[in-house]
């Protein structure tokens, strides 16, 4: 973890930023409704207390009730979740991990999309990544 990355997520503080990030602002019940398996209203009120206080969230008062917001943006919060994915599953290694969901027999890449993928590679290329 870099040093400005905020502290690490629980199971359920992980599933609580995936509905803020895939939500935009979202209010504590926004929250339980996306939840599966939810716990009780005050507990979800709780975790989003301690993603405030783990510097992942932030909120405002709208309206008489809280509505919260990621701290960080999408792209640089999915890039740290994927290099944690990498990390865990595939020995830390991108390749691995681009051929795995390559394999799959649910993957179907347009014309475009490949083509998309081939100059990011040459560009990764030509910078000496």
């Not at 975790?47 to 932030?58: E, P, R, S």
Request: charged share 30%; hydrophobic share 35%.
């Amino acid at each position: 973890m870099k040093r400005n990355d905020p502290p690490s997520l629980s199971r359920r503080e992980q599933q609580i930023m995936d509905i803020v990030y895939a939500s935009g602002d979202v209010s504590a019940a926004a929250v339980l409704e996306g939840l599966p398996d939810p716990p009780s209203y005050s507990a979800v009120r709780a975790l989003l207390a301690i993603l405030v206080d783990k510097g992942h969230l932030k909120h405002r008062l709208e309206k008489g009730r809280y509505i919260y917001s990621p701290t960080r943006r999408r792209g640089p919060a999915g890039r740290s979740a994927l290099r944690r994915v990498l990390d865990t599953f595939f020995e830390g290694s991108l390749e691995k991990g681009v051929a795995s969901l390559l394999q799959g027999s649910e993957t179907r890449l347009s014309e475009e999309e490949l083509k998309r993928l081939s100059e990011l590679i040459e560009q990764a290329r030509m910078e000496g990544r």
